[in-house]
C-alpha cells in the first residue's frame, strides 16, 4: 500500500457550514471518503458571518495570523476550527473587513461584492500561510473554483522555498468555468504575483485579471467533475474561453464524477420527510407527494404526475426555458410542477406568479431551503434540470436515489449519470433531450407524461432501477488519489 497522503482543501463554501451550490456538497463529502482510503484531510474556509459559530462548537485556534499580500501590504487574521463527521478539521479564517457582512459573493441585490479579488486572493494566501504557520506536513493542495484558484501559482512562485510547502502538488478543481474570477488588472498588485506572471499563458485575459485561466496554468493536475464536461469544455462551444487553455493540459486535465453523500440523501433515512421508503416498500414515497401538494396548494391527487424543480435560478440551469415551456406544457396535459429556488430577479418574479396562473397545478417558493429541497425530491414523479451546460449536477443523483425519474438535458454530467429511457425495452433511468429550446423542454415533458399514464410498467421498473444505482463518494475519491499521486509524481 502507498503511503497516506496529507491533503489540504482550500474552499469558498462546505457543507454544513455554508452552501450556495454543490461545490459546498462536494467540499464537505469528498474529504469523507478520501478519509476512509487513509487520508489526512484539512479544509480551510472563510469565517462569513452567516456561519453559525456556536451551533458547531467553533474554537478559537490560532489567535492572530499576519498574512503578506502584494506591494508589501500585511493583513492580519484569527483562526478557529470545527469538527465535521469523522472528526475533520474545518479551520476558518477571520476578517472582519472581508467577510463579517451579509452574503458570500454578492449582496440582497445579486450584485458580487466589489472587494471579491481581494477578499479571495486573501482568503488563499492565508490558509496557505496556516500551513506554515502550522508546520503542517502537506503532499496536495488542492483549490476549488476561481476563489481559491491563486494557490498553484502562489505554490510556485511565492512559495516554492517554504520547506512545508515547496513539495506540496497543486491541484485544480473546476466545478463551474463559467464563474472565472475576472477583474480589473488595477487590482493586480495585491495579489502580489508580479507582472511577470500578468501574462496571456498565465493570468492575464483581454487585458485583465483571470484566476481561474492561472490556476490552470500553475496547476499540477486539473480536473472537472465528469467526465463528459472535461470534453466539453475542450470546445470553444463550452470552453468559455479556457479551451485552449485546458487543451494545453493534454493529460492533466481529467473529468471525475462527483458522488453523492447518501448520509445525507438517502430516502430510507432522510429526517426531513413526513414518511420514509425504500425500493422495497414505496408506500413512504406516495406519502410525500400527498405532503408535497398540500404544502404548495396544488390539487392533492396521486394520480396526477409532479415534477419538481430545486435550482439556482442562473443562466446555466435553463430556467428561462423551462418557464417557456411550463405554459404549453400545462395547457396540453395534466401535469403539476413545484419550483423552488432563488437568484435571477426577473425569474423570480416570472415564477412567483405561476401559481396564481395556474391554480391548484402550480407551486412556487423563492428562497433556499435544505428541508423543501428534499421533500421535492422524495415527494415528485420527475425532476427536471433544463441546463444549458451542467459540469455534474448533484440533484439528477439525489433524484435517481429517491425514485424520481430525472429529466435532463443531455450534457456534462446529466448526460453521464442518466441512462435514456428506451420505449421499446423498457430501459433505462430518465428522460434525455438536446435542444436548448421550451418545445424540445414540452415535447421531453410530454414523453415522460405519456409514460405515467400508459405504461406504468416501465416506469414502475425504471424507479427501481433508479434507487438502487451507486454513486457513492468511495469511486471517485480513487479517482482523486490517482490524480494526487500522479500530480506528485509530474511535480517531482
Ligand atoms: P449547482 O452547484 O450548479 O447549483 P448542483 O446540482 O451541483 O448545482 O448542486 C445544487 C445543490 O444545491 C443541491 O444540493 C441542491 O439541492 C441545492 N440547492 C440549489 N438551490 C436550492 C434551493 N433553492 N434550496 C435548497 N437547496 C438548493
Ligand atoms: C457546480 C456545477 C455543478 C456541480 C457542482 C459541484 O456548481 O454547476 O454542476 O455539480 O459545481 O461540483
Redesign the pocket.
Same mark, same amino acid.
Given at each position: 500500500m502507498s503511503a497516506p497522503l496529507n491533503i489540504v482543501f482550500l474552499a469558498s463554501e462546505g457543507v454544513p457550514f455554508v452552501?450556495?451550490?454543490?461545490?459546498?456538497?462536494v467540499v464537505g463529502a469528498l474529504p469523507k471518503a478520501l478519509q476512509d482510503l487513509g487520508h489526512q484531510v484539512r479544509i480551510i474556509l472563510p469565517k462569513y458571518s452567516k456561519i453559525d459559530a456556536a451551533k458547531f462548537g467553533m474554537e478559537r485556534f490560532q489567535e492572530s495570523m499576519g498574512v503578506w499580500m502584494g506591494g508589501g501590504v500585511q493583513e492580519w487574521c484569527a483562526v478557529d476550527v470545527a469538527y465535521i463527521e469523522g472528526d475533520i478539521p474545518v479551520y476558518f479564517i477571520e476578517n472582519w473587513k472581508f467577510y463579517e457582512r451579509d452574503g458570500i459573493y454578492n449582496d440582497a441585490n445579486n450584485r458580487d461584492f466589489n472587494d471579491n479579488p481581494e477578499r479571495y486572493a486573501f482568503f488563499t494566501r492565508a490558509a496557505l500561510q496556516l500551513c506554515i504557520d502550522q508546520q503542517w506536513p502537506t503532499d496536495i493542495v488542492h483549490s476549488h473554483d476561481w476563489q481559491t484558484a491563486l494557490a498553484p501559482g502562489y505554490l510556485k512562485t511565492w512559495f516554492r522555498n517554504e520547506p512545508i510547502l515547496s513539495r506540496a502538488a497543486g491541484i485544480f478543481t473546476i466545478?463551474?468555468i463559467q464563474y472565472q474570477g475576472n477583474f480589473p488588472k488595477t487590482r493586480w498588485p495585491y495579489i502580489g504575483l508580479g507582472w511577470e506572471n500578468f501574462t496571456s499563458d498565465k493570468y492575464e485575459d483581454h487585458d485583465r485579471i483571470n484566476y481561474l485561466k492561472g490556476g490552470i496554468a500553475f496547476a499540477d493536475m486539473v480536473n472537472t467533475v465528469s467526465p463528459t464536461y472535461a470534453f466539453e469544455t475542450k470546445s470553444s462551444e463550452l470552453g468559455m474561453g479556457m479551451n485552449n487553455q485546458l487543451n494545453a493540459k493534454g493529460d492533466a486535465y481529467v473529468g471525475i464524477l #462527483?458522488g453523492v453523500d447518501y448520509a445525507d440523501w438517502n430516502p430510507a433515512t432522510d429526517k426531513y420527510l413526513p414518511a420514509n421508503y425504500s425500493p422495497e416498500d414505496m408506500a413512504g414515497k406516495a406519502e410525500c407527494k400527498r405532503a408535497l401538494q398540500e404544502m404548495f396548494g396544488l390539487e392533492v391527487n396521486p394520480d396526477i404526475p409532479l415534477v419538481g424543480v430545486?435550482?439556482?435560478f442562473?443562466d446555466?440551469?435553463g430556467l428561462d426555458l423551462l418557464y417557456g415551456a411550463i405554459h404549453g406544457a400545462v395547457n396540453r396535459m395534466k401535469v403539476q410542477f413545484i419550483i423552488?429556488?432563488?437568484g435571477d430577479k426577473q425569474l423570480e418574479t416570472a415564477y412567483m406568479q405561476l401559481p396564481a396562473q395556474y391554480p391548484g397545478r402550480i407551486g412556487t417558493l423563492i428562497?433556499?431551503?435544505?428541508p423543501?429541497?428534499h421533500l421535492i425530491?422524495a415527494g415528485s414523479d420527475f425532476f427536471a434540470?433544463p441546463s444549458r451546460f451542467?459540469?455534474?449536477?448533484? #440533484?439528477?443523483m439525489?433524484s435517481l436515489k429517491y425514485g424520481t425519474l430525472p429529466i435532463v438535458r443531455a450534457t456534462g454530467g446529466l448526460a453521464d449519470t442518466v441512462v435514456q429511457y428506451n420505449e421499446q425495452t423498457g430501459e433505462g433511468t430518465g428522460f434525455k433531450y438536446t435542444d436548448n429550446t421550451p418545445s424540445a423542454i414540452v415535447d421531453v415533458i410530454g414523453w415522460a407524461v405519456s409514460t405515467f399514464y400508459d405504461r406504468k410498467i416501465h416506469l414502475d421498473a425504471m424507479i427501481q432501477r433508479a434507487m438502487t444505482q451507486d454513486f457513492g463518494w468511495l469511486q471517485s475519491a480513487r479517482q482523486y488519489e490517482t490524480m494526487y499521486r500522479e500530480a506528485l509524481r509530474r511535480k517531482g
Open positions: 452552501k450556495t451550490g454543490g461545490l459546498a456538497d466545478h463551474n #462527483n430545486v435550482s439556482r442562473a446555466q440551469k423552488l429556488g432563488s428562497g433556499y431551503d435544505n423543501k429541497a425530491e434540470m451542467e459540469p455534474c449536477g448533484l #440533484n439528477q439525489y
